[in-house]
Structures are given as structure tokens and as C-alpha cells.
């Protein structure tokens, strides 16, 4: 009797504890079920402090790595404030690595670093996230997305053969997937980046092919149809007269123009000293009021910012009293960080503004006009070496291209650089050759014309590239837009 009785007491024990652990689990999975559906019903306070109870009482429940993951997801999603997520990211990835939630948060940590990073070394912690996203959850169903990001990363480093890596094996995946199909865009880029000009036009058309309804087959579309116009056929330019058709006599002296991520143009006008966004034909006010616009800059995200000769780079309505970052700023442009490049003719350096930091100088003399480049550098026009610079994301010179070279006559002057995401670079210039040049992403003059043989007269202060391979001008003296196709 005293040896089963030994055995009795234990075999108590353990029922008891299990149906402890079994009651555990009940009430954590009411817990979540009920921060579910109270989120659903947009009782968003319900939910964060059912979510709360749920991992503060029952820290070791799965559900509880669930309930931290739905709350970062709110921080982002409804707060639309990742610096409050990233918290709560953090300790799913340090107390619950083993959960796939883990694996969310892997991915969620790196996109943010992604999006704070304005240098190399910043995005190093981002793609140290994907990397380990990759190793720990190789059958994750996000992975496919890491790899994207992978690739993303590595552009921006300006590894251009790792990067078309991770986009190929973000592909492979699941072909079918919106995170392969965004990839394949991508390796056409970088393929294009990397001189492969032939390789680029067929990865694209191979996307229009297998994929036609998704958006990045629209987009394959244009940059196909720019490619081939502005480097293969290269027709001559030929003036369309005013644009948008039939609207003359309707701005007030347009001296600035860029167009944004989605192709739209913007117009600064100097009379009433703002910018403004072309859509379906009218104006909409955009960005601060600010007297001396030299450049105007369209960021990923947001209204126009303007520098200003005055002021240097204005991003809000009422302009600091503070220098600018050069004594005269003549011109800028926002590089694929989102760095701001402020540039003046008279100064030995270029500005690199990246957020809230200290201005970087970039040891680059005598620059008055900055257009981006799709392998995150600049062409820089350079009036005192009489040459067009095209810059890495460093700023050390790649290539020069002498004014005037393999045109019939040389020009002394830039007035007005632009550019577009594919590396096609414009320019209005004056001296003896008076008019419009295109140079491709080698340096190469792709396209050529004088405002004579265009049969068009005024004062033309801006281009803008379009994304059907026209490129826009804005004449101040006769307050409209030309376009030339």
C-alpha cells in the first residue's frame, strides 16, 4: 500500500499541472480571440490592453508572440508610427525567435532600417535583419520577401552582381508571386545599370509576357518604350508647340520644373514664389512658399521641397532664418537614400544634407546643376571645366563628357539639368550651340537639337523628361510649356 501510495501522489501531480497547462492555453487563446475581434470592430484600446494581458500573464503561450506582432502592427498600420512598433519587434525577436512571428519581425525590423537608412553603413543593420530572416526561416512565406529586400539593400550599396542574386532568387521562389514580379522590375534595372542594355529590354518584356495584369507590367511598358526611343531609334527632336495642348499665356514665369516618383510634373513659379503639381491639367499648390527657387526636389513621400538662394533647402512653409548649408546654392537634387545635394558654382564641395546630420561634403568643385542617376549618383554640370560630370554615389567622377563634344558646335553654359529614372540625362544650353542635349547613362549624346531648328523662340529656363521618352520645357518669357518629341 506504501509503494502504490508513493505512485498515487505524483500521478496527481502531473493531471493537475496538465490541466493547469490546458486551462493556460484556453485563456490564451480567448485572450487573442477577443483583442481580435474588439481590432475588427476598430475598439482599438480593447484590443491593445486584451493583447497586453495576453502576453503579461501568459508570456510563455505561442499566442503571445501573435499578440506582440498585432501590436506592432498597429503601431504601423493605424498609428502610422514605427518608431513605436520597432519595440515591440525587438522583443518578439529576442523572446520568441522560434516562433515564425520571429521571422515577421525579422523582415519588419529590416524594412525599417531600409527606409531610415541615408548611407551604406545604415543600411548594413537592414540587411543583416533580412540575412538572418533567410537563414533562420528559409520556409517562412515571407522569405520571398526578404530576398526582394535583399536585393533593394544590396542596389544601394552599389552591389550590382549581389543584388541581381537575391532578385533572381526572390524569383525563383514563386514566380507567380507580387514579390517576384516586383524582383524581375528590379533585375532588369540593375541589369541596365550594369551595361547590359539587351539583357534589361528582354527581362521586361519577359515580365509583360508572363505577367500582363500585374502594375509592374504597365511599368515595364514605359521603360521599355523610353529605352528603345531615346537609345536605340533616337529620331530627331521635333517641338509639339505648347503643352498641354492649347493652353497658352497660362502660368506666371515658370523657371523651375521636376517631375515625381510617379512621373507627374511639378512647376515652381517665380511670380507668386511656390511650386505647384500638374494633374489632368490643372495646378494644385505644392510645397512651401519661398522667394529665389533654384531647385525644386519631389521626394518618395510629401510635397515639394525648394532650394532656395536665400534659404538653401526649404522643406516647410516658413523658411528658417538659418545660412544655407553654401553661401549661393544654384541648384540640387535628391539622390536613391533621399539625400539632398546642394550644390554652388563658387564652392569646392557639394552639400550632401541627410536628414537632421550635419551637411557631408563631397570634394566636388564648381557645380551649378545636379540631375540623380539611377545607380545613386549625379550628373553634375560643371560651366568653370567646361564639362558634364557623371558622379557615383561618392561623388568621384566615372565620367566626363567635354560641352559641346560630338555636337556641330559647343555650348558654354547649362541652364537647366534633368533627368529620369532610367539614366537619361537633359539639358537646356547656351553659348554658340543654343538649345536642348540628351546624353545617355554612359555620357554618350544620344539626341540633339538648337531652339532654331525647333522653330521655337522664348526664354527657356527648365526641362523635365517625361516618361514617354518627351521632354518638357518651361518658357518664362511666355508663360507656358513646350514639349518636344
Known amino acids: 500500500m506504501h509503494v502504490l501510495g508513493t505512485w498515487i501522489r505524483p500521478v496527481t501531480l502531473i493531471l493537475a499541472c496538465a490541466s493547469l497547462g490546458a486551462q493556460d492555453g484556453d485563456m490564451a487563446e480567448r485572450l487573442f480571440r477577443s483583442g481580435e475581434r ?88 537592414a540587411l543583416a535583419d533580412f540575412n538572418r530572416m533567410v537563414d533562420l526561416f528559409p520556409d517562412h512565406p515571407l522569405v520571398q520577401e526578404a530576398r526582394l529586400h535583399m536585393g533593394l539593400a544590396r542596389k544601394l550599396q552599389g552591389e550590382w552582381a549581389r543584388a541581381l542574386l537575391a532578385f533572381t532568387e526572390a524569383m525563383r521562389l514563386d514566380p507567380a508571386a507580387p514579390a517576384a514580379i516586383a524582383a524581375q522590375l528590379q533585375a532588369a534595372e540593375t541589369l541596365d545599370i550594369m551595361g547590359d542594355l539587351p539583357g534589361c529590354l528582354r527581362m521586361l518584356q519577359d515580365l509583360r509576357n508572363r505577367h500582363p495584369q500585374a502594375p509592374e507590367a504597365q511599368e515595364a511598358l514605359w521603360r521599355i518604350q523610353a529605352r528603345v526611343l531615346q537609345r536605340l531609334q533616337k529620331p530627331p527632336l521635333k517641338s509639339q508647340g505648347p503643352w498641354p495642348q492649347g493652353r497658352t499665356k497660362w502660368l506666371k514665369t ?34 512651401p512658399v519661398v522667394k529665389g527657387g533654384k531647385a525644386l526636389l519631389v521626394p518618395q513621400a510629401g510635397t515639394t521641397w525648394v532650394v532656395s538662394a536665400k534659404f538653401g533647402l526649404v522643406k516647410e512653409e516658413v523658411p528658417q532664418a538659418a545660412a544655407p548649408p553654401v553661401p549661393s546654392p544654384s541648384g540640387g537634387m535628391l539622390d536613391a537614400w533621399g539625400n ?15 536628414g537632421d546630420a550635419p551637411p557631408r561634403p563631397l570634394p566636388v568643385p564648381g557645380i551649378q546643376a545636379l540631375a540623380p542617376l539611377p545607380d545613386g549618383g549625379a550628373a553634375a554640370a560643371s560651366d568653370a571645366s567646361r564639362s558634364l560630370l557623371f558622379l557615383d554615389a561618392s561623388g568621384r567622377t566615372r565620367t566626363t563628357v567635354p560641352y559641346g563634344k560630338d555636337l556641330p558646335a559647343p555650348f558654354r553654359y547649362v541652364v537647366s ?28 549624346v544620344l539626341r540633339s537639337a538648337t531652339y532654331k531648328a525647333l522653330g521655337i523662340a522664348g526664354k527657356f529656363r527648365a526641362v523635365a523628361l517625361d516618361r514617354a521618352g518627351g521632354l518638357i520645357l518651361a518658357d518664362r518669357s511666355n508663360d507656358l510649356l513646350i514639349r518636344l518629341q
Request: hydrophobic share 45%.
Open 38 to 125: 474588439a481590432y475588427a470592430a476598430h475598439s482599438y484600446a480593447e484590443a491593445l490592453e486584451t493583447w497586453n494581458q495576453l502576453i503579461a500573464q501568459l508570456p510563455q503561450s505561442p499566442l503571445a508572440a501573435r499578440a506582440l506582432l498585432n501590436l506592432a502592427r498597429y503601431q504601423l498600420d493605424v498609428q502610422k508610427k514605427p518608431e513605436a512598433a520597432t519595440p515591440f519587434l525587438e522583443r518578439l525577436k529576442n523572446e520568441y525567435l522560434k516562433t515564425p512571428q520571429a521571422g515577421d519581425a525579422l523582415l519588419l525590423l529590416g524594412e525599417l532600417r531600409a527606409a531610415r537608412s541615408h548611407a551604406p553603413a545604415d543600411i548594413k543593420e
Open 254 to 287: 515658370p523657371i523651375l520644373l521636376a517631375t515625381g516618383p510617379e512621373g507627374d510634373l511639378y512647376v515652381y513659379q517665380s511670380d507668386d514664389d511656390r511650386a505647384y503639381h500638374l494633374k489632368d491639367g490643372a495646378l494644385a499648390p505644392s510645397g
Open 340 to 354: 539632398a545635394w546642394i550644390c554652388d558654382p563658387g564652392s569646392p564641395v557639394i552639400q550632401v544634407l541627410a
Open 417 to 444: 539639368l534633368a533627368s529620369d529614372p532610367l539614366g537619361h540625362v537633359a539639358a537646356l544650353v547656351d553659348g554658340d550651340f543654343e538649345g536642348v542635349v540628351v546624353w545617355g547613362p554612359d555620357g554618350s
